[in-house]
């Protein structure tokens, strides 16, 4: 007689079937995993090489080399060599002459127009700073580089396709001629964009820098930083070693962790609400906008604050209560010091966040068009990301190449605070 336990399957075979099985779902997952995390890396590649692609030109300005003679009747008839009178001299009609040399056969004036366009408005300025730095030059003739025009810049860089019509490019085929001239005859060339980082916003996009925006977003992080910092520690320190625990307490570390979540534009509204429209702080300046970030950035340094302070054991406390330390003394001396590395940390990442926050800023008039680079944090300035934003809706080529540059220098200042969080991180944690 046949036993009907025979026809069963197995336990063991039970088992392994359902293990294979486990251990193909767990294959499955583990692709999918890779294939996420490969195609985050290949769009987070394709993003940086766009912007780079488009942005690392910047970083090098076209220059044309002309014969400048420094006329004293243009520049200083009276000779008494007086700095007004040097400041004040039409430095352009020096800049028109010596392309006049260049290129006699231009008469037409419309052509003339078009030559004096191979040089930057900002040329004059070049000048002007040569004679104020040494009065000397005045009646000698000097070869100098001079600054290059956006679209010649544009031209050179290959941004302008030449073989386009004419009536389809911003430079037409007599300017391209002269082009070639002066790349011929060893008059065209290309350095280093200081001005990029030395100067300040212009209507000229060969002209304008990053240096206003840089200088804005230091005073803000300052600000930022000197209010923040103290205050989120205090927070963090108070409501994990002293406050008591109730509902108060539980209703201000829910309304923390919610205000972490705001959006961002909600505190510029209350920034522009309370700072400018209340205590009439001016407008667009650092101080404005360091108090907004500040409101920002406080609850993510009270939270990472208290997760350090939580991360130091609690024997450490029962020894230095053991050995007659208040509880002021246990928290100062021992606790805080080993709960500063993360403290540290998470300040860092809360500072990277203010340095690429907009939408706040925009709200308290920090979109401004600012010139003048600014020397306090009470002058009116913009920050870094508020100048991308604003070059971003320029409709000039040029802007879009300093646009992409500007980012590429906003993501080194943020990689580099980043990297001093992690460095500190490594450096000075203690693993319990």
């Given at each position: 007689m ?7 399957p197995?336990t ?7 293990l294979?099985?486990?251990y193909?779902?767990e ?12 195609a985050?890396?290949l769009f ?7 912007i780079?692609?488009k942005?690392?030109?910047?970083f090098?300005?076209?220059?044309i080399?002309?014969?400048i003679?420094?006329d004293?009747q243009m520049?200083?008839?009276s000779?008494?060599r007086d700095?007004e009178v ?9 800049v028109?002459?010596?392309l006049?040399e260049r290129?006699?056969?231009v008469?037409k004036?419309?052509?003339r127009?078009?030559?004096f ?5 900002g ?6 700073e ?5 009065p000397a030059?005045?009646g000698?003739?000097q070869t100098?580089w001079?600054?290059a025009d956006?679209?010649i ?10 073989e386009?019509?004419?009536s389809e490019?911003r430079?037409?085929?007599?300017v391209?001629?002269?082009v ?5 005859d ?6 280093f964009?200081?001005?990029f980082?030395s ?8 002209q304008?820098?990053?240096?206003g925006a840089?200088m804005?977003s230091?005073?803000t992080?300052?600000?930022?930083l000197l209010l923040?910092f103290?205050?989120?520690?205090a927070?963090a320190?108070?409501l ?5 625990k109730?509902?108060?307490?539980d209703i201000?570390?829910?309304?923390i962790?919610?205000l972490?979540?705001v ?6 509204l209350?920034?522009?609400?309370v700072?400018?429209n ?6 667009s300046?650092?101080?404005v906008?360091?108090l907004v970030l500040?409101?920002m950035t406080?609850?993510t340094?009270?939270i990472?604050?208290?997760a350090a302070?939580?991360?130091v ?11 007659g ?7 100062t001396h021992?606790?805080v010091?080993?709960a500063?590395?993360g403290?540290?940390?998470g300040?860092?990442?809360?500072m990277?966040q203010a340095?690429?926050e907009s939408a706040?800023l925009?709200m308290?008039g920090?979109v401004?068009?600012?010139?003048d680079?600014?020397q306090?944090?009470f002058d009116?300035s913009?920050?870094?990301p508020?100048?991308?934003y604003l070059?971003?809706?320029s409709?000039?080529r040029?802007?879009v190449?300093?646009?992409s ?5 906003l993501?080194?200042f943020?990689l580099t605070?980043?990297l001093?969080a992690?460095?500190?991180?490594k450096?000075f944690?203690?693993?319990w």
């Amino acid at each position: 007689m046949n036993n009907p336990d025979t026809n069963k399957p197995r336990t063991i075979d039970l088992v392994n079937q359902s293990l294979a099985r486990r251990y193909a779902r767990e294959r499955r997952f583990r692709r999918l995993g890779l294939a996420a995390i490969t195609a985050g890396l290949l769009f987070v590649s394709f993003l940086f090489i766009s912007i780079f692609a488009k942005g690392y030109t910047a970083f090098w300005q076209t220059e044309i080399q002309l014969r400048i003679t420094f006329d004293e009747q243009m520049i200083d008839p009276s000779g008494e060599r007086d700095p007004e009178v040097l400041g004040f001299a039409d430095y352009n009609i020096l800049v028109k002459t010596a392309l006049m040399e260049r290129f006699p056969d231009v008469r037409k004036r419309g052509d003339r127009r078009d030559l004096f366009g191979l040089v930057s408005t900002g040329a004059s300025l070049q000048l002007r700073e040569i004679v104020m730095a040494d009065p000397a030059v005045i009646g000698t003739t000097q070869t100098l580089w001079l600054t290059a025009d956006d679209d010649i810049d544009m031209l050179v860089k290959g941004h302008i396709d030449r073989e386009r019509d004419e009536s389809e490019r911003r430079v037409n085929d007599k300017v391209i001629a002269w082009v070639d001239a002066l790349e011929a005859d060893g008059a065209l060339g290309s350095s280093f964009n200081i001005n990029f980082f030395s100067h300040g916003d212009s209507r000229d996009p060969e002209q304008a820098g990053i240096a206003g925006a840089v200088m804005g977003s230091f005073y803000t992080l300052i600000v930022t930083l000197l209010l923040s910092f103290p205050i989120g520690v205090a927070s963090a320190v108070y409501l994990e070693e002293f406050a008591p625990k109730n509902k108060w307490t539980d209703i201000i570390e829910v309304n923390i962790n919610n205000l972490a979540a705001v959006p961002s534009i909600v505190f510029g509204l209350l920034g522009l609400a309370v700072f400018i429209n209340f205590f009439e702080l001016p407008r667009s300046a650092p101080i404005v906008g360091g108090l907004v970030l500040t409101l920002m950035t406080l609850p993510t340094i009270i939270i990472a604050s208290r997760a350090a302070l939580k991360s130091v054991p609690p024997s450490i406390r029962e020894a230095a209560l053991g050995v007659g330390a208040s509880k002021m003394q246990a928290t100062t001396h021992h606790v805080v010091p080993l709960a500063l590395p993360g403290m540290l940390t998470g300040t860092i990442i809360g500072m990277a966040q203010a340095l690429g926050e907009s939408a706040p800023l925009l709200m308290i008039g920090m979109v401004a068009f600012i010139v003048d680079i600014p020397q306090g944090a009470f002058d009116p300035s913009t920050v870094l990301p508020v100048q991308i934003y604003l070059w971003a809706d320029s409709p000039e080529r040029a802007f879009v190449e300093r646009t992409s540059a500007a980012i590429l220098v906003l993501l080194a200042f943020l990689l580099t605070m980043n990297l001093l969080a992690v460095i500190l991180r490594k450096k000075f944690e203690r693993r319990w």
